[in-house]
């Protein structure tokens, strides 16, 4: 397929869309932390960027993408070596756009899933080992997963599991991350009655940019300007929408009143869960798995409240509960007239194929432990080096992260 | 002279101030507090919108003025007839305190006593 | 006319830019209102995303866009049937972009024209009353009007009325049902005064995100990446940069100070006026258009601000009369060089066309007339219904309808 | 080159994210202010685009880029004559897309290069002598400048002096601009102890608006949907995260505390410097660039801060030194595998080719020349004329120029 | 009656107001405030994060409750035990002042005197 | 002991800070209230801009310090000293209000009185 200028526009504008994504997960998640928070709660998300992209481009692009074997790259990409202006098989499939497109979009993926996992420790993670485990995690975690997934020789593409925008490689990946992360820094000192969100304009914000920036997400992972995109943009609003409907009702009759922060979380819910599907179901699937995103999803909060774990953003419930609702929910809704893939592949159970279940199971289980048991190790490992530790000092925590971390308070006169 | 200090719901504010204008008594101040008293709370949300939790503190306003001595009562009541909400009266309408001050002086003139309120 | 990849790059990141203006407008008119009120006028635009997505996907597109008769369309693409990869008919024109593009793009407007209403009501409309209005409102106010004026079928595009990109549909329309709501729901108590707003920087930044989403409201609306497209972008800029200009000097001469709330509502005042003739003007017709916007738009603030009637955030001055002072000037600027057009379709007053100010005449007063009559009744009938009611209690309005609707406070800690 | 509809898609969206940095810019500028002075900070950045958008579409297009002489264009792009949908050979090459998206996408450059400069005096410049300023400066030094670099006929142009996509007729031209201006207009009253950003969340916003739009401004550049872009807009990124992640050490290093404003700053510092370069460098000259514009900026602020100049916002320290270090380093990392051009042309020192860092120095000395000059000459006219003036009164300055010259606080109840 | 004003560190709020509740102080309002004593400040960072100034004013939390006289120990007691960081209590822990309040009045009902607070 | 309560012009505050340290008050606490004196409000625009209002209350800051009698008069000078926008003091500048308190207590020790302050 030769390289088209109109596809090239859209992977461009896609690219800087998604970008724009991780400072929308920061006011997201800035909005919802105390005010004494705010700035190194935001700083996790601006550093994701700066620390990923110089890894990703002398490395991590690398590792994911690079032919290698079934599980991981090898050297042949290390500093964009290769990645130019000719066309590159992707998955089986010659995109009509450049190298360099692919890399550059397959680059802020990379940058927004760790940036993702840091709601689970806001409010009291040491920003000098948070650093160290951006580089560690990037390596160890992501590009592994994205190479099983996304790369033609990856082995879960082998089976079959169908994955079209991310939902295990940064979702339920970023989700079970959080878990571990939770776990192991602690719960967060005095919030035993809650936090009470000390910005919701800006979580709205957070949550407006993501939406807009996922259409580069969704819509751009058709790697082209056509039909494909175009129906990943329909579903991908359609769920959204009606997950925040749908948590924003149910929260209504829950609590008595409809949260303004719940209808923002009920939209990240549906992008979460609608991920995984944009390229392989239709409108009306995107209704249903809209729905299911926002029930899910809120109920999954709901639980994690009752215990112990301090996912002080609820990362789990969303992006974790969220992604694999839709990685599931891909093997139920996905049809050959959306997906155009050459059945049994690109079809689900509503379409006759409920063997499709299997692959997303597969997937889900195998993204799942990986991540929970590396994402562990990694963090282990980074408690134990003296100087490290994943936490900061009571009276840091006290203070306040960004006058004691940061040296800055959030706002002034 | 006395300092009266009227705590107040933040939307009453408007209307004590031009209250007490009206009663001669144009030099005052107001704080933002949050305060308890006999009123119930706001239950608000907290994280994601599904936990809510109680909060006794509510916005008030806190107006304080330093008046004459012989001002003490009509400033009280010219408060307590802009403050209320209704008629009657309900709770969360607010207190007023009164006491002691010693001396007041005006910068820019060093004027002292109650030529300086 | 075979489907472009550039085409539908544009589109895409023009449905996008759309899109993200829902959220813009959240944020002008809530740095407009007091802090009290700030996310319960954001949640009027954000859950018109959630609500209008479904409802358009369900039936709302259809209605609109579906060839039916002159009035209204029927039920044929219900669900989003038949909207799929092939090209459509649009207007009589067959744009080089899938059916989809043409559905996913049109959304959007139907999401941005109920919320603009909101301005009218903010700080004491009924929340749970608002959701089913929406819906209402654009089954019966929006998808008869857009039938009207874009689909090939419709009476007002029968009789050669220009309207570009919704200067009738989106603008006169939200404008006018923003009177009939003002009306019923009634005067904001305490507001003698006038509100100070109470984020002024949330008022350019939502203005800046509108101005920044408007050029694919404008230029998306040629459905290509065609010199139409960028004649629509230029004089979209043009016009808007004027109008900010007017009325910031008319505002300094006016109050002795030159106000930045009344810079960015009169950026707004110039996207509005220029939206119907963006496909029909130059550079120096839209000098012309935004001129007239930021003044009439100001002077219709100053005359509103004289009656009892409470439109809070002036959506009539802004919409309406911006509005029609587009539609007006769209008859008298459009230029055959510019809109392509086959004279005397697309041919105003300075070519030589004074017959198109009739047709625009009449479009000005259909649309006037059905919003006016139709919003009033159905605002009138939820009114009526027990349970409903369109004005919250005396209590939850003093104490503003965050904490008292939504729960939430907009800021804390 | 015919006119393409991929190429003018990407234009079209570049040019609407070139101008969503101007209002990026005002967050940034407006969060390091005092809170006092929020709006008028925002204000000039603001109506930069109302007053240039006219002036540029009356005559700044066409002196700057109509053919003319050596130093300067002539009228004939008058009112946007002659800017259509035929296709404009730019510097002595046809770009696939209309005239009149080029015209577009420039003018968006014309925006920013004067609100650039308003960081240098911020919190105490008079509005209504900006507005004059903004006029004169677009006039007698950007149009000027412009066209010596970008229009075929320039004579910097003429001596193959290499700035992609405007770090002499941008950044060191504002930057120098913003010496003589903080010079000129004196320091602020009582800001010895310097002053702590008032909205550092804002400051993060603004940041990150500017990324997103910077690839509008880089990327788009290339005036084409094509590897060049795709390599711009990955340059881009690289050099503005190293950038970010070299300030934020360098300052952890410095003041013992990582600042979230300084690395913001130092995001913007990479973008600056990698601007003249993207068109011309690699990946690896990226993060060669990226690192000293961290490092060179960062040390340039520390340095000024020594001096009694009072460049409010360090307009010189970013735009001025990485403008003259992304020039130099142009000249050293650009290779021809990424220009593509007939070598010399297009070749830096590691590729063999000395002799471009005189072409660039001379470019930078031009700039820098001719900048500070007509600057000054223009202030202090303007300083000058009974009425106008450069500074508001002591008074004004202390109430804060909100209050004082827009009759607003930006913030309240 | 008498007003304790107690200036605490702003993540010991909850606990004092705890504790006053304990101890029947229900009435009170809290205020932000920030304050100087022996407590050294904090480096914050100015401009673009270059250089850093010394800030000797901390935010602290003002709380503030009229008692009747007989009350004023115990409620001193309750604020202490709350507001220390830990038990040998640190600089920066805060300062109580009392101060005499000749009236109060309940908006509501007009009530005065100690049936009013 | 005396509470010194001045409000003054917010762009003074350092300058007043600054003064009392220099008299060896180094205690205090500032507040930001917003009042009405005899100084002119402003004129804000409200709504889109095209109409004002008049705001008669502005924004100030509010000292407030502790100090032992003795000290009373120093201070009242080192603050009329600082606060004034000039030589000859403008409207606007301010007021001084002093009043009696009756007990001081610092949490951490415990001391009480003048040793407390
Ligand atoms: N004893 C007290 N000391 C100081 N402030 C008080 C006291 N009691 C009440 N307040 C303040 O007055 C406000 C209004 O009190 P309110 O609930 O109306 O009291 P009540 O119901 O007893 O009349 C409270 O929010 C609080 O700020
Ligand atoms: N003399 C005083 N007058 C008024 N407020 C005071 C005084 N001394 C201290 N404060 C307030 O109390 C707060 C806590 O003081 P702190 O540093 O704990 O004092 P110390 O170290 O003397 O116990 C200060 O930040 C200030 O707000
Ligand atoms: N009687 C008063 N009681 C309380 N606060 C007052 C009183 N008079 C003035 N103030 C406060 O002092 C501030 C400064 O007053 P100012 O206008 O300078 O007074 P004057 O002009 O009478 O000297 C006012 O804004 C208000 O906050």
Known sequence: MPIDAGATAWVLAASALVLFMTPGLAFFYGGLVRGKNVLSTIMYSFMAMAVIIVAWVLWGYSLAFSPGNNFIGDLSFIGFQEVDGRAYEVAGVVAPIPHAAYAIFQLMFAIITPALITG?????????????????????????????????????????????????????????????????????????????????????????????????????????????????????????????????????????????????????????????????????????????????????????????????????????????????????????????????????????????????????????????????????????????????????????????????????? | MKKIEAIVRPERVQAVVDALEKVGCVGLNVTQVTGRGRQKGVVVHTGRGVETTQINMLPKSRIETVVADADVEKVIEAIIGAARTNATGAIGDGKIFVSPVLEAIRVSSGERGDAAI
């Open chain 1, 120 to 413: 689970a420790f806001a409010e009291r993670f040491k920003f000098s080992t948070y650093l160290i485990f951006l580089v560690l995690w990037m390596t160890f975690v992501y590009a592994p997963i994205a190479h099983w997934v996304w790369s033609g020789n990856g082995w879960l593409f082998g089976i079959g599991a169908l994955d079209f925008a991310g939902g295990t490689v940064v979702h339920i990946n970023a989700g079970v991350a959080a878990v571990a992360a939770a776990w192991l820094v602690g719960r967060r000192r005095g919030v035993e009655h809650g936090v009470v969100p000390h910005n919701v304009p800006f979580v709205i914000l957070g949550a407006s940019i993501l939406w807009f920036g996922w259409f580069g997400f969704n819509a751009g992972s058709a790697l082209n300007a056509n039909y494909q995109a175009l129906n990943a943009f329909l579903v991908t609003n359609t769920a959204t929408a009606t997950a925040a409907l749908t948590w924003a009702l149910v929260s209504w009759f829950h609590t008595r009143k409809p949260s303004a922060v719940g209808a923002a979380s009920g939209a990240v819910a549906g992008l979460v869960a609608i991920t995984p599907a944009s390229g392989f179901v239709g409108p009306l699937g995107a209704l249903a798995i809209g729905f299911g995103a926002g029930l899910f999803c809120y109920f999954g909060v709901q639980l994690r409240v009752r215990t112990k774990l301090d996912d002080a953003l609820d990362v789990f419930a969303v992006h974790g509960i969220g992604g694999i609702w839709g990685a599931l929910a891909t093997g139920i809704f996905a049809v050959v007239s959306v997906s155009g893939l050459t059945p049994p592949a690109g079809v689900g159970v509503i379409d006759g194929h409920p063997a499709q279940m299997w692959a997303q199971l597969r997937a889900v289980a195998a993204t799942f432990g990986y991540s929970l048991v590396v994402t562990f190790a990694i963090l282990k490992v980074l408690d134990f080096i003296p100087g490290l530790g994943l936490r900061v000092t009571e009276k840091e925590e006290d203070t306040g992260l960004d006058v004691s971390l940061h040296g800055e308070r959030g706002y002034a006169e």
